[in-house]
């Protein structure tokens, strides 16, 4: 059974090789990113080394920047963002404490959701607020499954870093069709050299097994997309901007949140 313990030797040597490489190319947005990359890994992987607390707690703080993030996307007023943020707090809460009121808990969030438009009579945005409140707490929430999971939901986050990495230069490097013209960057090429990339790291990982196969190679590209998604309907180029080189948080899990989704439905 892999453990955290057994991730910190890949992990490290994966920062150092890719800080290096970073170094020789020269690029500022790289080394912006790497730099983002060298505080945030040891953070995570300690809070994981925790146990399920420990999970949770990066499980909760992650949800509610990445709900004020995509709220912001969205066109959510505050009342919203701050529901949609307690509701995946609460989905979070109840996987780590309680783990068959996940349900219950998800019922009563949703309802809060569809209860804010109702007060203010809100007949002309009431129902894309909705909407885009029960599409957040929906995306947002398998957060939660990083309690249960483990060592085995940051290896997953791991090998599809890596896939995202790969797609993005292989795609550059080789070119070809268009992914989607959700985001005319990506490429067929680059996907399926990332797909590759991120099943050699649950290889090496020791955590292939079908289920997560398909949620690296699928539903980490189609969680990239969803986000492009989200932004191009918001006109906005990133989630956020205050992480260096990478914008917001929610541009960094995009994938990692359809990868879990993928991996609950299989599992």
């Known amino acids: 059974m892999i453990t955290v313990g057994s991730l910190v030797p890949y992990l490290g040597g994966a920062l150092a090789v890719s800080g290096v490489a970073v170094a020789a190319s020269g690029r500022r947005e790289l080394l912006h990113r790497w730099f983002a990359w060298a505080i945030g890994v ?10 399920p607390a420990g999970a949770a707690a990066v499980a909760v703080v992650v949800g509610v920047v990445a709900a004020m993030e995509f709220g912001g996307l969205a066109g959510l007023r505050r009342p919203d963002r701050v529901v949609l943020a307690a509701g995946v707090t609460g989905v979070v809460l109840a996987a780590w404490l309680s783990p068959g009121q996940v349900p219950r808990v998800l019922a009563v969030s949703a309802l809060a959701l569809a209860a804010l438009p109702l007060p203010g009579g809100d007949a002309d945005d009431g129902g894309r607020r909705l909407g885009a409140g029960l599409l957040g707490l929906a995306w947002l929430s398998v957060l939660a499954a990083l309690v249960p999971l483990g060592a085995s939901g940051l290896a997953l986050f791991v090998a599809v870093s890596v896939a995202d990495i790969v797609a993005y230069f292989a795609g550059r490097s080789i070119g070809g069709p268009r992914l989607s013209t959700l985001s005319p960057a990506k490429r067929w090429s680059g996907t399926v050299a990332g797909a590759a990339a991120g ?17 690296v190679a699928v539903g980490g590209p189609a969680g990239d997309l969803l986000e492009s998604m989200v932004k191009r309907g918001a006109g906005a180029k990133d989630a ?24 609950l439905v299989l599992s």
Not at 42 to 51: E, N
Not at 240 to 263: E, F, H, K, Y
């Open 42 to 51: 040891p953070l995570v992987t300690g809070a994981f080394w925790a146990g």
């Open 199 to 215: 099943l050699a790291v649950l290889a090496v990982l020791s955590v292939l097994t079908w289920p997560t196969a398909i949620a």
């Open 240 to 263: 956020g901007q205050w992480l260096p080189g990478s914008g917001g948080l929610l541009d960094r899990i995009d994938s990692l949140l359809l990868a879990l989704a993928v991996l």
